[in-house]
Nanobody
Framework: VQLQASGGGLVQPGGSLRLSCVAS????????MGWYRQAPGNQRELVAV???????NYAESVKGRFTISRDNAENTVYLQMDSLKLQDTAVYYCYLKLPGGRQYWGQGTQVTVSS
């Protein structure tokens, strides 16, 4: 299983970005799929995840600004990020958890919010 993330970049405060993550490989279903982020000097933290039933979970700091969605047919998860703040600057990692506890991480995509 491989995860390919894309969509990061440089944006001004208040702007928007959309991240995409495509999962490839052999799996029938997933437990969780979503996004974590890591800023310099900080631990990796959950941003947003969705489970196989469609439930979502967001970090408090992004609620109301970020939206996670998925395309099951394409094994793709998206993260729409609006009203971006300076503190959203981080490397964003796509995450996938399969039945049996196997976990996979994407290569990371840089999001920089700066004026």
């Amino acid at each position: 299983v491989q995860l390919q993330a894309s969509g990061g970049g440089l944006v001004q405060p208040g702007g928007s970005l959309r991240l995409s993550c495509v999962a490839s490989g052999r799996f029938l279903r997933f437990i969780n799929m979503g996004w974590y982020r890591q800023a310099p000097g900080n631990q990796r933290e959950l941003v947003a995840v969705t489970n196989s039933g469609g439930a979502t979970n967001y970090a408090e700091s992004v609620k109301g600004r970020f939206t996670i969605s998925r395309d099951n047919a394409e094994n793709t998860v998206y993260l729409q990020m609006d009203s971006l703040k300076l503190q959203d600057t981080a490397v964003y990692y796509c995450y996938l958890k399969l039945p049996g506890g196997r976990q996979y991480w994407g290569q990371g995509t840089q999001v920089t919010v700066s004026s």
